[in-house]
């Protein structure tokens, strides 16, 4: 089974994570990793810690020759704003961070929570993302993440390729897919931030090239919009996600919300095995399995938490009425929540890739693939 564990705090030395079940033999390339983890430090509205930093990982195990060996994978970033030890506590807690919950749970410090509790953590979750689809692209699987909404806004997408879609969304300064819409999102933006305010958004990811069949039904936590979910929400800030039509199923008669099934021949040997459908309002998930569509899920941010213009709140120490704490922060981190959330969902896919069609080594998962659709392909 793939899976990963992270490490590490806000301010410590380095953030890690140890990926486990990770098949051997494939092909890795860093740049491509740092790459993403570039694009996560990227985006308008990013505060002065993008500046210091300049993420970059460093594989320490389970890689030979450039290759990996399916023994677990360790990935660290280094923290170059290292300065844990040097920091105060803070006595002021936030609304909307964990800092009250976290210091009341563990009858501890503020400081203890908010530096593993904040979303620097997600650096090495991008790095296990990344290495994640490098494995999906030996199967065709793209996964595609872009900015769908920030602080109100709808970001219509223009209509092409996907190869033209990624082309604009890397030229746009907020990641979305219409460059026109660029200019008044970032002068929300800088208005929000003089403001003393924060902005939040809605990131949808679509994956291309999934097969049938990836998740299942059997048990509820096998299903893999159950698993999607999960991975989606338990990134910081995430308040709600929603595959395919989401909430807006729950508004529409039946007619309006299940996919015809269509067949054509000429296409039994792809990834749909012929089976084709005019709309795709399930998401490509039906019954927590794949159904030869494209996956796609959306995820609601919060704005952020930290302020610049605090919010009431109560000294623990003193429990006396007091505007809450402020720590260096963004005015909006949608752009880089939409790298995460395309790493999140891509681990889970590639996690389900791998618990369908065998972990051991890519040329067995190649294999078995291959003579699944051809038999699926026959039936």
Known sequence: MLRYWTAGESHGKALIALVDGFPAGVTIDTDAIDVELRRRQGGYGRGGRQRIETDKVDIRTGIWKGATLGSPIALEVINRDYKLERLDDLSRPRPGHGDLTGAMKYLGSIRGVLERASARETAVRVAAGALAKQLLAEFDITVFGYVAELGGEVIEPVEGTLEELRAIRDKSEIYGLNLDRDAAIKELIDKTGKEGDTLGGVLEVRVEGVPFGLGTHAQWDTKLDGRLAQAVMAVQAIKGVEIGLGFEAARRPGSQVHDPIHYDKSRRKGPTLGYERPTNNAGGIEAG?????????????????????????????????????????????????????????????ARALIDKFGGDSLMEMQARYKMFLEMAAEK
């Not at 610049?308 to 006396?320: D, H, Q, Y």
């Not at 704490?325 to 005015?331: G, K, N």
């Open 289 to 349: 399995m794949t159904n030869g569509q494209p996956i796609v899920i959306r995820a609601a941010k919060k704005p952020i938490s930290t302020l610049a213009k605090p919010l009431a709140s109560v000294n623990i120490e003193t429990k006396e009425s007091e505007e809450a704490s402020y720590e260096r922060s963004d005015v909006c981190a949608v752009s880089a929540a939409s790298v995460i959330i395309e790493a999140v969902v891509a681990f889970e896919v």
